[in-house]
Nanobody
Framework: QVQLVESGGGLVQAGGSLRLSCAAS????????MGWFRQAPGKEREFVAA????????YYDVSVKGRFTISRDNVKNMVYLKMNSLKPEDTAVYYC????????????????WGQGTQVTISS
């Protein structure tokens, strides 16, 4: 079992930055691929970024590539999403997710989810 708790969301102006954090419980965190997803009002949950269990490989949705950076600290059981050059269309609830494999992207393959943190970007 893994429990995930996100933090770091908030309200920022377009062009600003935020860093989301996700704290994971459990002693086998380094065995889990981690992903960030987001869901805007009236839209389906969508993939944002993923990082392999070792941290060696990362993937990004084209809409955030070059602006967002996913990283992890397997000693602290943390995963981060640094978001730069934020746009109003980045407004959503952001979720972190975990699955005990090396790396995957589709949301349905993730086993554990946090409660989400709201990110609102004003124009």
């Amino acid at each position: 079992q893994v429990q995930l708790v996100e933090s770091g969301g908030g309200l920022v102006q377009a062009g600003g930055s935020l860093r989301l954090s996700c704290a994971a419980s459990g002693r086998t965190f380094s065995s889990y691929a981690m992903g960030w997803f987001r869901q805007a009002p009236g839209k389906e949950r969508e993939f944002v970024a993923a990082i392999s269990s070792s941290g060696s490989n990362t993937y990004y949705d084209v809409s955030v590539k070059g602006r967002f950076t996913i990283s992890r600290d397997n000693v602290k059981n943390m995963v981060y999403l640094k978001m730069n050059s934020l746009k109003p269309e980045d407004t959503a609830v952001y979720y972190c997710a975990a699955v005990p494999i090396y790396l995957t992207i589709p949301a349905h393959e993730y086993d554990y989810w946090g409660q989400g943190t709201q990110v609102t970007i004003s124009s």
